[in-house]
């Protein structure tokens, strides 16, 4: 089993800047990629960004210029820089990683912006 442990939601204004941290741990694993994801009430959950063991990244259409997803591996942990964020960004994020023991999931952290 793969723990995944969040942080860094909150509350900001339009155009402020929050950081997303994920850090996963467990014994005798391998990360493949990993990735944020959000949800709001009642949608599905969808792909915010993800980054693959090589370094490969993706980012949703809605976030692209904005949002900016790193990784140390040395502490095998991911962050989601967002920068200018905006009203519609408000969400829970779910941090997922995908590893020698299948897909993991963190509790979800929230972000909101408001003014």
């Known amino acids: 089993q793969v723990q995944l442990v969040e942080s860094g939601g909150g509350l900001v204004q339009p155009g402020g800047s929050l950081r997303l941290s994920c850090a996963a741990s467990?014994?005798?694993?391998?990360?493949?990629?990993m990735g944020w994801y959000r949800q709001a009430p009642g949608k599905q959950r969808e792909l915010v960004a993800g980054?693959?063991?090589?370094?490969?990244?993706n980012y949703a259409d809605s976030v692209k210029g904005r949002f900016t997803i790193s990784r140390d591996s040395a502490k095998n942990t991911v962050y989601l820089q967002m920068n200018t964020l905006k009203f519609d960004d408000t969400d829970v994020y779910y941090c997922?990683?995908?590893?020698?023991?299948?897909?993991?999931w963190g509790q979800g952290t929230q972000v909101t912006v408001s003014s």
């Open positions: 997922s990683a995908e590893t020698t023991w299948g897909r993991s």
């Open positions: 467990g014994r005798g694993f391998s990360i493949y990629s």
């Open positions: 980054i693959t063991r090589g370094g490969s990244t």
